[in-house]
């Protein structure tokens, strides 16, 4: 595993503010040519521009004017940080409302859309460009702009009844009072695929998870995996690395050794609790939130989305999302990757149960 100091990836504001008016965006560039990237659009051929890497997300600020010809860019490694790009040297990818709650086949039943506010499935949201794997840990490093997907298994296991996890779940099993893993997704939506053979994306985009190679990882990650992560009962550590792992930057072990670090400190915390103690009755969203208040100071609610899932008449609580930014470490300080992200989208209430270990 990794032992890296814990870093955030947003920069702070360097250098003077551009001379040159600019209109507000949100969202990143992908980079598409090695361009430079200049603190100034005027004295560009002066200035010896930081080139840009090919394939990597630069979080986009702003454009020189409405409909202009530049991009106003983040380059954390840069100084000053922020920096001018031709628009002809990457594609804009806007910021989605990302949710992939219980994207598993088999076993029927599904999200319920309308409750989780519209939010995008990551699965069906094309990356514009055409091209996979567009993300910044393709061109080396840890990914910094995050989502981790968390789960209420007993939910999941209402609409996924057959599936192998389901079948083997207990009242006494981690996951009937813990959050479980989905996955840990590195953003913007569309950073699928990195470096990934076209087989193996086939494999995977018809849901052929067994299929996919053996996901390389120690007897120690292993072990730690199939208790917070059930659904690799069912192959899902070899879609979560084919799509979304591969395009974090390390390898297989330290990616779910990161993503297993995160949710021990989640299940450590004040929301696990408020969970596990409302077992068989409904929670709010302002409840869930203040819970992430509690635990990771104010504002981290608000970083937070909630999917519900319909089982009948019943509407169940079933996957948090969760916006991160920074470096996931050995030991993760949840609260500063929380403070440091973006506040996920406005989504509409989801008020669900927290459900029981069982089909009701």
């Known amino acids: 595993m990794r032992r890296l100091a814990f870093a955030f990836a947003a920069v702070a504001i360097a250098g003077v503010a551009p001379a040159i008016a600019q209109v ?123 989502l981790l997907a968390v789960s209420w298994q007993p939910a999941f296991c209402e609409t996924h ?18 959050f479980t893993l989905h996955g840990l997704w590195p953003q913007p939506n569309g950073t699928f695929y990195c470096g990934v053979s076209d087989a193996d994306r086939s494999a995977d985009d018809r849901s052929d998870w067994e299929s996919l190679p053996a996901t390389a990882v120690d007897a120690e990650t292993r072990q730690a995996l199939d208790e917070v992560m059930p659904g690799s009962q069912s192959d899902l550590d070899r879609h979560e690395w084919t799509k979304h792992g591969s395009c974090y930057g390390t390898s297989a072990d330290e990616y779910f050794d990161d993503a297993l670090a995160l949710m021990t400190k989640l299940n450590a ?37 909630i999917s519900c899932v319909r089982d009948g008449n ?24 929380l403070a440091a992200a973006p506040e996920a989208r406005p989504s509409r209430d989801c008020d669900g149960f927290v459900d029981a270990v069982g089909l009701q």
Do not use: M
Request: charged share 20%.
């Open 314 to 337: 019943r509407r169940l609580v079933g996957e948090l999302l969760i916006n991160l930014q920074g470096e996931v470490t050995a030991n993760p300080d949840l609260a500063a990757l």
């Open 24 to 146: 507000p965006l949100d969202g990143f560039v992908i980079a598409r040519k090695a361009c430079d990237a200049t603190p100034s659009i005027r004295n560009a051929a002066n200035e010896g521009g930081t080139v840009l890497a090919v394939g990597q997300a630069y979080r986009l600020l702003g454009e020189n004017r409405a409909n202009g010809t530049h991009y106003y860019v983040e380059l954390p490694d840069a100084q000053p940080s922020r920096r001018w790009i031709e628009k002809s040297c990457g594609d804009w990818v806007r910021l989605v409302a990302a949710a992939e709650a219980f994207d598993r086949p088999a076993g029927g039943g599904g999200t319920d859309a309308g409750d989780a506010g519209g939010a995008v499935d990551q699965d069906a949201a094309a990356d514009p460009s055409g091209t996979p794997g567009a993300g910044t840990g393709a061109s080396g490093g840890q990914h910094r702009d995050l």
């Open 161 to 178: 009844a057959s599936k192998a996890e389901c079948r083997s779940q207990t009242d006494t099993r981690f996951d009937a009072t813990h």
């Open 269 to 305: 915390s004040p929301v696990q609790a408020l969970f596990a103690g409302a077992i068989g009755r409904p929670l709010s969203d302002s409840d869930i939130r203040a819970a992430f208040d509690q635990a990771f100071g104010a504002g981290a609610g608000a970083r937070v989305q």
